[in-house]
């Protein structure tokens, strides 16, 4: 089965949105099987909609076409679709009631858009948008398939996740491919290769991609097979090899987060943490707190953003921090066992640093962090060097911090 | 002048790789008053590009391709512009020139993949990569271009800023146009235009996109005019006319987010403020702070997530809480009174909800969240309901937060 990629909206041909939408849909398409032969992109205007449709109708068997659903002037898609099919737009009981429903949960009244939304081309089987009001279109032609879903990309995912791919996995048959992504933290790139030696010999026709970013390098394997079993065992297979020279620092798979492995072990030790936060400005308690179930493990975080903040709620000495200024290894220490001693938890943790890009200096550059650790046990505070970019270091420490959890949790280090 | 741009790459169809170069360019073609009609991406495949060459060159006046110029055995374009224009690769001592001068100066080695890069199609005009050893590629035929450009997002930039841009800006001519986004939070897109009414009267031929995102709508300004002092002027008019029906939603221009504007509208005050946050988990804290400068007006967050750390932190009585509920409208006054107090700011503000997927009761739904504010006068707290998903809650009422005191600031309210 091929498939084509429609997305529709003059923000995407003048660039002021990046296209996220082809890319997920690609992968997710790919996964069953699916292979994407064109992506293509027009404007809200219905002869270039019209056009699209017509030439990826005429040379693929599945059509995937997102945007232009919403309630507003600009957004033509549905029209577009009832041309192409020659139907018409007609009242949707059921889209109607599934409107009605979402906005009451919202405490949001009835209005025009939602009336408009509530209307449907004739000849489309409909299905639903969990998280809004445009629903989605199907039309099946000749066991061909073209899908209309809105732009939003959090409404597309789901869609796509609940109804498209169940749809259209058992449709798409044929070799199987699986993926396998297994995650890493603090790390470079060139270590974890050299770590992993030779790596053909590894794969022996399999795939592997190193994707890094600022929270980590991720290792992807791809495999294509004639069956399910054989794909699952080569995967597994690789997986054993990779972990075997690199398992210490892979900290999960495919879409595990390092704060829900962290949340994770931390339950099952019957474990609690709290955060003192400097420099990441509460961003390891956003992405522990992520995480549902969180309120288990996680008692509280501060940020001490000023000297005071850092005295009064942590009992780190003003003397210390004249001493050695804020971003310092045994102010980072403190923190950390001051916010472990008031929220009378397991572990704390804790950071400090220049953030940039003003506050450095020659003795303390932008992107020095030191990251304090305290238990029942030790206290310590490990420094790092982040670079530059503001959210660029703040997302580095982050995860520093918590893969030093990790680590602690796991004894990688003992 | 009208452009298609042409992706090419397996990586792309796969989802492997966000396609930004389409973005960039869709962009900055549309900044010289150059339309971009469509963007498609095709793989590594030759009968697929030449397809797509053929229907781009039959439509348009400017064809712009990526992709495919690299080194590897999978990068065929140039191979497939030969094909399609009737010429052949010749070696080109120019480009071989640029090569060798590029690797001496990196102290990189002549190899196979620099001899291959130093071949180019006959009939082409060359253009230099000032980053990179793939030169660029200009057909021109009857008043058309076509080029083509590594698919390196940063040598297609470098390219595209120093030989595309200034050669088809003074071919392009004519009209100049002016875009101008006003952002808005917390209302939603059907209000906005309930409140702008009779949006064609207000435009007059300018056209006007509502962007909705978790954190609020956008609404963008597309202005086309002879001259940049009538697109200006246009601009201005509208803005004019929308700022009227709706100008105390709008929060910024452009790229300017909630936390800068918050945050300049307190250092002009000289007020400070500190954060208590239960189901924000310290996202409030992190925006605020993602602001380069912001230790001149924030002090400190709390993440509160026990109930002993908001009577601890923040002496919310624990009658209080036992009464109410945690989540509860005097449950978050009282915390943002406590974190006032506590960190002695001007303001104190504070969240506490159901962030869900657990938690919620038919009393207390999963998205319900009381914003709590006070300041040397009052305190009060607001109920929203923000829907289903966690990271959506989050978000929705961190900008719920900030645009609180974005309207305290301003007394917008009163």
Redesign the interface.
Known sequence: MTSIIITIG???????????N???????L?LINI??????????DMH?ILG?FT?AWSRTDVVIVTGGL?????DITRKAVCTFFGTEMAPHPEVRKQIESFLE????PW????EEQSFCPKSAEIFPNP?GTAAGLRFVRDGRYLFVMPG?P?EMKEMMTQSVIPFLAPRAGGQVIRRRTLKTSGVPESVLAERLGNIEEILQGASL?FLPSASGVRMRITVHAPTAGAADAEVARIEGRIRAKAGKSIFGVDDEELEQVVGRLLKERHLTIA?A?SC???????R???V????DY?????????D??KT??LGVHEEMISAHGAVSEPVARAMAEGIRR??GTSIGISTTGI????GGSAEKPVGLVYVGYADGKESFALKFRFGEG??RV?ERATSAALELVRRKLLKLDE
Chains 1, 2 share one sequence.
């Open positions: 003059d923000e995407l041909l003048i660039g002021q949105i990046i296209n996220t082809q890319a997920w849909i690609g992968e997710h790919n292979r994407v032969a064109r992506m293509l992109t027009v404007g809200d270039a699209a030439e919403g309630p507003t002037h600009d949960q919202r405490g949001r209005n025009a858009a939602a998280v939003v959090y991609a955060v936060e990441t400005g509460g961003s390891i308690a956003a522990i707190t992520s549902s179930g969180s309120s996680f008692d509280r975080g501060v940020v001490t953003y000023s005071a903040s009064q709620l008031t929220a953030a940039g890009p003003t503001r959210n703040v």
